[in-house]
Nanobody, 116 residues
Framework: VQLQASGGGLVQAGGSLRLSCAAS????????TGWFRQAPGKEREFVAQ????????DYASAVKDRFTISRDNDKNTVYLQMNSLKPEDTAVYYC??????????WGQGTEVTVSS
């Protein structure tokens, strides 16, 4: 599975962005998919994940009620809708995919900058 993240950019605090993660390869619909982020000088952290069929989602407490993860298996794409963005959301965002527990596949990052 190859993953390509896009949709990052510069936005003012309170604004919105939608990130996309396009996947190539067979059976993407059988993979759980997630978003992670890494801010400058910090370790990569979990943001959100969604099960293979979209039936289960999970969010980091810092983004819950502001971010929404979704997927369209017909388009082999996972989305992260980010609303009410804060300067502390500034980071490089990565998408990842897994069959079971370990995140096996990672995309390149897309940079999000939130200005105050």
């Amino acid at each position: 599975v190859q993953l390509q993240a896009s949709g990052g950019g510069l936005v003012q605090a309170g604004g919105s962005l939608r990130l996309s993660c396009a996947a190539s390869g067979r059976a993407f619909g059988s993979y759980g998919t997630g978003w992670f982020r890494q801010a400058p000088g910090k370790e990569r952290e979990f943001v959100a994940q969604i099960s293979w069929n979209g039936g289960t989602t999970d969010y980091a407490s810092a983004v819950k009620d502001r971010f929404t993860i979704s997927r369209d298996n017909d388009k082999n794409t996972v989305y992260l809708q980010m609303n009410s963005l804060k300067p502390e959301d500034t980071a490089v965002y990565y998408c990842a995919a897994k069959r079971a527990i370990t995140w096996d596949y990672w995309g390149q990052g897309t940079e999000v900058t939130v200005s105050s």
